[in-house]
């Protein structure tokens, strides 16, 4: 088989102190659904998933269906799929077919979900996501109470899997008031079901941050996408655990991602030559360059031009000149033997050196979900210790 011109490697045993870490903070007996959206954040989700799961995670959230069938065919039989974000009306059988819970967020939905369920043959799962203040999906306060009356009549044919809303920034604390008034419109809801004797198998609302930073958030189940990534949601989440600890410093989340490729050209220029197109960069004194075989249409973003670093014998060559289609340059002047197939590393650490996401995301302006939901899904994942 021929070789890409980079790999992603994702270190099982990162993940699985992410997700000791997030049980502690939760607790034991709330489930945690690993939300693996976006090729889990980039991580590649047929290999991620048989992380998960090898990690005791039994339960994966999707955006969409074309995302739940990538987890159907990764996941082993026990494995749960849920369905967040679009599934399109001529899917609905598939979904009810493969057991694959998915989210409801207006009433007109429903009897489509009955017809469907009925024509199936089995229970088809729904979770009933409810519009607190976010204004992206959600069934408002007026729908709900005929959908509680809706699913009471029909649970032959429809489980009340979950009832659930989206915070809309959790991780800033400057978003405090719109959390707290999100989470009593939630209670609202929650009250409701109550009086209707109508209430779901499992409550959920909390994200990475409302996980590890407000324990009343914690109902049945967490959605936990950033963190088992092994990223703080923010340095807000992150501050206040060190508070909690009482540690200057923690390293209690472990990055899982690891981003390489071998050097594939090594040349000496002469000073006053430009290296790479343009002018960008021009040498004042003799260098020694290696050339990179990627660059942005494989995910490495350009605003690095001149401003990055990789790592090359566990030392930081810096960009020079502009980073194009397929390739980049770096300086090894100041590192003496490197060769043609020498690895390099993008992305993690080499020797006693680390380049973080953040050292693109500082410079480029793009968030750390961003930058990894952008990697192609051509990039070799491979799961190691």
Same mark, same amino acid.
């Given at each position: 088989?021929?070789?890409h011109?980079s790999r992603i490697?994702?270190?099982?045993?990162?993940l699985v102190?992410?997700?000791n870490?997030?049980?502690?903070?939760?607790?034991?007996? @709330?489930? &945690?659904?690993?939300v693996?959206? +976006? $090729?889990a954040? %980039?991580?590649g989700i047929?290999? =991620?998933? #048989?992380?998960?799961?090898?990690a005791?995670?039994?339960?994966?959230?999707t955006?969409?269906?074309?995302?739940?069938e990538?987890?159907?065919a990764?996941?082993?039989e026990?494995?749960g799929?849920?369905?967040?974000?679009i599934?399109?009306?001529?899917d609905?059988?598939?979904?009810?077919e493969?057991?694959?819970?998915?989210?409801?967020?207006?009433?007109?939905?429903?009897?489509?979900?009955?017809?469907?369920?009925?024509?199936?043959g089995?229970?088809?799962? @729904?979770? &009933?996501?409810?519009?607190?203040? +976010? $204004?992206?999906? %959600?069934m408002?306060?007026k729908e =709900?109470? #005929?959908?509680?009356?809706?699913l009471?009549?029909?649970?032959?044919?429809?489980?009340?899997?979950g009832?659930?809303?989206?915070?809309?920034?959790?991780?800033s604390f400057?978003?405090?008031?719109k959390?707290?008034?999100q989470?009593?419109r939630?209670?609202d809801?929650l009250k409701?079901?109550k009086?209707?004797?109508?209430?779901?198998?499992?409550?959920?609302i909390?994200?990475?941050?409302a996980?590890?930073?407000?324990?009343?958030?914690?109902?049945?189940? @967490?959605? &936990?996408?950033?963190?088992q990534?092994?990223?703080w949601p923010?340095?807000?989440?992150?501050y206040?655990?060190?508070?909690?600890?009482?540690?200057?410093?923690?390293?209690?989340?472990?990055?899982i991602?690891?981003?390489k490729?071998?050097?594939m050209?090594?040349r000496?220029?002469?000073?006053g030559?430009?290296?790479?197109y343009?002018t960008?960069?021009?040498?004042t004194q003799k260098?020694?360059?290696?050339?990179?075989p990627?660059g942005?249409?494989?995910g490495?973003?350009?605003?690095l031009?001149?401003?990055?670093?990789?790592?090359?014998?566990?030392?930081?060559?810096?960009?020079?000149?502009?980073?194009?289609?397929?390739?980049?340059?770096?300086d090894?002047?100041?590192?003496?033997?490197v060769?043609?197939g020498?690895?390099?590393?993008?992305?993690?650490?080499?020797?006693n050196?680390t380049i973080?996401?953040?050292?693109f995301?500082?410079?480029?302006?793009?968030?750390?979900?961003?930058?990894?939901?952008?990697l192609?899904a051509?990039?070799?994942?491979k799961?190691?210790k």
């Amino acid at each position: 088989m021929v070789r890409h011109s980079s790999r992603i490697e994702l270190s099982q045993s990162s993940l699985v102190k992410n997700i000791n870490f997030i049980r502690k903070k939760i607790g034991p007996d @709330v489930r &945690i659904s690993s939300v693996v959206k +976006a $090729n889990a954040y %980039g991580h590649g989700i047929a290999q =991620f998933v #048989k992380m998960a799961e090898k990690a005791g995670v039994d339960h994966f959230a999707t955006a969409s269906a074309f995302e739940a069938e990538e987890v159907l065919a990764a996941k082993s039989e026990k494995g749960g799929i849920m369905i967040m974000g679009i599934l399109y009306d001529q899917d609905i059988e598939w979904a009810i077919e493969n057991d694959i819970e998915f989210f409801v967020f207006n009433y007109a939905r429903l009897p489509l979900v009955l017809e469907t369920a009925r024509k199936v043959g089995k229970q088809a799962r @729904v979770h &009933i996501e409810v519009e607190t203040g +976010a $204004n992206r999906t %959600g069934m408002n306060a007026k729908e =709900f109470p #005929k959908t509680l009356s809706f699913l009471k009549k029909n649970t032959q044919h429809i489980e009340f899997t979950g009832l659930c809303t989206h915070f809309g920034g959790a991780e800033s604390f400057s978003n405090q008031f719109k959390i707290t008034s999100q989470h009593k419109r939630y209670k609202d809801f929650l009250k409701e079901c109550k009086q209707k004797g109508t209430m779901p198998e499992y409550r959920h609302i909390a994200c990475s941050a409302a996980a590890l930073a407000m324990p009343d958030t914690v109902y049945d189940m @967490v959605r &936990i996408g950033v963190a088992q990534y092994g990223f703080w949601p923010s340095p807000d989440i992150y501050y206040t655990h060190l508070q909690e600890t009482g540690k200057p410093s923690d390293g209690a989340l472990k990055r899982i991602f690891n981003w390489k490729t071998d050097v594939m050209d090594v040349r000496d220029v002469d000073p006053g030559e430009f290296i790479g197109y343009g002018t960008s960069y021009q040498a004042t004194q003799k260098m020694k360059i290696a050339v990179m075989p990627l660059g942005y249409s494989n995910g490495y973003p350009r605003a690095l031009s001149n401003r990055g670093h990789v790592l090359i014998h566990g030392k930081k060559a810096p960009i020079v000149g502009l980073i194009n289609m397929n390739l980049f340059m770096v300086d090894v002047s100041h590192i003496p033997g490197v060769e043609v197939g020498d690895e390099v590393v993008l992305v993690g650490r080499q020797n006693n050196n680390t380049i973080n996401i953040s050292s693109f995301t500082n410079v480029t302006q793009l968030i750390n979900n961003e930058m990894l939901s952008r990697l192609p899904a051509a990039i070799p994942r491979k799961i190691v210790k």
